[in-house]
T-cell receptor
Framework: GQNIDQPTEMTATEGAIVQINCTYQ??????LFWYQQHAGEAPTFLSY????GLEEKGRFSSFLSRSKGYSYLLLKELQMKDSASYLC?????????????FGSGTQLTVLP | DTEVTQTPKHLVMGMTNKKSLKCEQH?????MYWYKQKAKKPPELMFV???????INESVPSRFSPECPNSSLLNLHLHALQPEDSALYLC??????????????????FGPGTRLTVL
C-alpha cells in the first residue's frame, strides 16, 4: 500500500521562496510526480523524480531522497498565479500496474 | 502537444438518467485513465485502459461503465447514479504504461474534467 503525507495548507508572500514537503511510505516505488491544480481545473504536470537529487525547471525545482522517502517542491520568485493546490503523487509497480497514488494536496496561498 | 480534451465541461443529471462522458487525446498515448475527484480531495483512480483493454477497475460500482472505442477515445457511461457521485471526473493519458519506453515516458496528462452534478 501507499501512504503519502504533505502539509494541508501553506501561505507565502509574492516574490518569496516556498518549499512544499512530501513524505511517502510505499510497498514499491517507481517515481514521484508533482502536479499543480487550480481550483476547479485539471492537475498540470510539474516535475518527475525517480533518482535521488534535484530536478530544476525554471522557477520550480523538485528534490527526491529515496532512502528517506522524502521529496520537496521548491517554488522561487512566487507569483500570485502560483496560488493553487500542489499534489505529490507516487507511482507504484505493484503487480502489472503503474498506478499513481496522490497525496491530499497542499493548498498554497500567495499573498501580495 | 500535451492536450487531453473532455466533454461536456458540466453535466447535471437525475438519478434515472443515462449519460456519457467523453475523453480524447491525439498524443499517441496507449494508456488512458478515469479519475474521480471530490472537492478538496486528491484524484481517485477508477479505471485504467492499456492498449484499449481494461487493465484496472478499482472496485468501481457498475453504474459506471467505461469504454475505449479506439486508442484515442475513452468514454464513461453513467446510469442510475447517486447524489454522492457528484464530483469532478478527470481523464488522463500516458504514453506507455507498460514501460517499454522507460518510466519517464509514463507521465500522466490530465484533461480539464467534467463537473458532474447528480440531483
Amino acid at each position: 500500500g501507499q501512504n503519502i503525507d504533505q502539509p494541508t495548507e501553506m501561505t507565502a508572500t509574492e516574490g518569496a521562496i516556498v518549499q512544499i514537503n512530501c513524505t511517502y511510505q510505499t510497498s514499491g516505488f517507481n517515481g514521484l510526480f508533482w502536479y499543480q491544480q487550480h481550483a476547479g481545473e485539471a492537475p498540470t504536470f510539474l516535475s518527475y523524480n525517480v533518482l535521488d537529487g534535484l530536478e530544476e525547471k525554471g522557477r520550480f525545482s523538485s528534490f527526491l531522497s529515496r532512502s528517506k522517502g522524502y521529496s520537496y517542491l521548491l517554488l522561487k520568485e512566487l507569483q500570485m498565479k502560483d496560488s493553487a493546490s500542489y499534489l505529490c503523487a507516487v507511482r507504484d509497480v505493484g503487480g502489472s500496474a503503474r498506478q499513481l497514488t496522490f497525496g491530499s494536496g497542499t493548498q498554497l496561498t500567495v499573498l501580495p | 502537444d500535451t492536450e487531453v480534451t473532455q466533454t461536456p465541461k458540466h453535466l447535471v443529471m437525475g438519478m434515472t438518467n443515462k449519460k456519457s462522458l467523453k475523453c480524447e487525446q491525439h498524443m499517441g498515448h496507449r494508456a488512458m485513465y478515469w479519475y474521480k475527484q471530490k472537492a478538496k480531495k486528491p484524484p481517485e483512480l477508477m479505471f485504467v485502459y492499456s492498449y484499449e483493454k481494461l487493465s484496472i477497475n478499482e472496485s468501481v460500482p457498475s453504474r459506471f461503465s467505461p469504454e475505449c472505442p479506439n486508442s484515442s477515445l475513452l468514454n464513461l457511461h453513467l446510469h442510475a447514479l447517486q447524489p454522492e457521485d457528484s464530483a469532478l471526473y478527470l481523464c488522463a493519458s500516458s504514453q506507455d504504461w507498460q514501460g517499454a519506453g522507460g518510466p519517464s515516458t509514463d507521465t500522466q496528462y490530465f484533461g480539464p474534467g467534467t463537473r458532474l452534478t447528480v440531483l
